[in-house]
């Protein structure tokens, strides 16, 4: 199996390198050649299986022997063996033909788990395997570096560094990255916003002397390797559900576009989804897109589902690309003006081709409210913001009544424990795994929003030296 990028300049790479690459070398994004194919007696044969080895079955064919099935299917088992159900991604059903996935039940209690818990042992393993080291460093708004630190934090081939806006988190996302005692892990505060800790960390990846020197990764959510992690829910759930004899539908509360892009791989994989139903809050781009042919940025308005308040969705080249019939230079001309001037058309037949595909939703803050509030009431669920506008959408969107709509629920009610309680009346409470978080000892770094600065401070830490 070998990959290519979106921007058609990149060197093809294998399963090893495109994880350990993250973004490819033109600026665009990694997508392999073709897609493995799954027939309907292959999706039959998956029924029954845990969920570790339904994994090992729909990841094996992209690791193209970079990973042997026996070492893939360790990983696995290890990814998911610290969920907190024994399904890993139950399956509830809310009414009549609408069910919810819950995503949560990982070590940090959002869908990311998913994804980077696997990623993390697949970077220690290849790197093992070369004899290499890398020092991961992002930026967080708020999950991603939890659950990027919960992964990294016993392996030994990674240092990792997460910087996040100091004061500009939750205390229960501030407290996941800060008790984390591993040496190998670094969670920085910075005294900025989001976009100063994403500017910084940019600016180191475009200094190549420290690049080199500290042998700087990503673990962002462009990686292959997560997109690859997330397309094996979709296929449980269709087969929980009855696939291949039954299609089944998903809506998904969507940001950068990645989760959503899984269950597009996965169908052209072979499982057969019916719909994809997009959620988003005010920052509605996407539904904007779906609903006019034209790709619009705008400022991003904070919202209770604070996961989702993106304005520009970097996994969206992905499917633009297959838009544009996989040409890597339409793909990157139509990016580029994007960037330039904040909007893209894309001309009605490619609009239409689209909406075949994806349809979108806008759901605002009071409808997201009154949906936690009545689901709780009518169903006794209670619902995290960004999973309420799941919903919301299913419902709003659905075309038809009778095919199973799988709403993903991407993060654990007491994540957002504010929200949901002044929605529902009812303080969500932290899984027992978690419930002592808020007694565990703190480090926390503060740093000044400079770049010299913290470059300084990452060379300090892995003890590598600035060249004289
Ligand atoms: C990251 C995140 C999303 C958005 O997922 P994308 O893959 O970026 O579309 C939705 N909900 C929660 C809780 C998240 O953490």
């Known amino acids: 199996m070998r990959y290519i990028s979106t921007r058609g300049r990149a060197p093809e790479l294998g399963f090893d390198d495109v994880l350990l690459t993250g973004l490819a070398r033109d600026g665009g994004l990694y997508l392999p050649q073709s897609w493995p194919q799954f027939s309907a007696d292959?999706?039959?044969?998956?029924?029954g299986l845990s969920y570790p080895e339904l994994a090992s079955r729909v990841i094996g064919p992209f690791t193209g022997g970079c990973i042997e099935p026996a070492a893939l299917s360790t990983i696995l088992t290890e990814s998911y063996r610290d969920f907190g159900h024994k399904a890993v991604a139950p399956l509830q059903q809310l009414e009549p033909a609408l069910w919810v996935m819950e995503l949560f039940h990982g070590p940090?209690?959002?869908?990311?788990?998913?994804?980077?818990?696997?990623?993390?042992?697949?970077?220690?393993h290849v790197l093992t395997k070369r004899g290499e080291r890398v020092t991961i460093v992002g930026a967080t708004s708020g999950d991603t570096g939890p659950a990027a630190i919960e992964a990294c934090r016993d392996r030994d081939a990674v240092d990792i560094f997460f910087l996040y806006p100091h004061n500009r988190v939750s205390e229960v996302q501030r407290r996941q990255m800060t008790t984390v005692t591993s040496k190998n892990v670094h969670a920085l505060a910075v005294e900025g916003t989001f976009d100063d800790c994403q500017d910084i960390v940019k600016a180191m990846f475009n200094d190549e002397t420290f690049r080199d020197d500290v042998r700087l990764s990503a673990a962002n959510s462009i990686n292959w390797a997560r997109i690859v992690a997330q397309i094996v829910y979709y296929f449980h759930a269709a087969v929980s559900l009855g696939a291949p004899d039954r299609a089944v539908s998903f809506a998904v509360p969507t940001g950068n576009f990645?989760?959503?892009?899984?269950?597009?791989?996965?169908?052209?994989?072979?499982?057969?989804?019916?719909?994809?139903?997009?959620?988003?809050?005010?920052?509605?781009?996407?539904?904007?897109?779906?609903?006019?042919?034209a790709l619009t940025t705008g400022t991003v308005t904070p919202t209770i589902s604070p996961s989702i308040d993106i304005q520009v969705s970097s996994n969206f080249e992905r499917f633009l690309f297959e838009l544009y019939g996989r040409d890597g230079r339409a793909t990157?001309?139509?990016v580029t003006e994007f960037r330039e001037k904040g909007t893209l058309s894309v001309g009605s037949n490619l609009w239409h081709r689209a909406q075949d595909t994806f349809d979108g939703y806008r759901t605002d803050e009071a409808e997201t409210k009154a949906v936690i509030g009545d689901t709780y009431r009518n169903s006794n669920y209670?619902?995290?913001?960004?999973?309420a506008i799941g919903v919301a959408s299913a419902r709003a969107r659905r075309k038809d009544s009778t095919t199973p709509v799988v709403v993903l629920a991407t993060a654990h009610?007491?994540?957002?424990?504010?929200?949901?309680?002044?929605?529902?009346?009812?303080?969500?409470e932290l899984p027992p795994a978690l419930a002592d978080l808020r007694e565990r000892p703190e480090r926390i770094e503060v740093l000044p929003n400079n770049l010299?600065?913290?470059?300084?401070?990452?060379?300090a830490q892995l003890g590598?030296?600035?060249?004289?």
């Open 382 to 387: 209670l619902l995290d913001p960004h999973s």
């Open 258 to 293: 990645g989760n959503i892009y899984a269950g597009y791989a996965a169908r052209a994989m072979g499982l057969p989804i019916s719909q994809f139903i997009i959620g988003s809050n005010v920052n509605d781009i996407l539904p904007r897109f779906f609903d006019s042919g």
């Open 464 to 468: 590598i030296a600035e060249a004289a």
């Open 413 to 428: 009610p007491a994540k957002f424990p504010d929200a949901v309680k002044e929605a529902s009346g009812v303080y969500p």
């Open 42 to 47: 292959d999706i039959r044969a998956l029924r």
């Open 332 to 334: 990157e001309a139509a």
């Open 108 to 124: 940090t209690l959002a869908f990311k788990d998913f994804a980077i818990q696997f990623l993390g042992r697949a970077f220690d």
């Open 452 to 459: 010299q600065v913290i470059q300084k401070y990452v060379r």
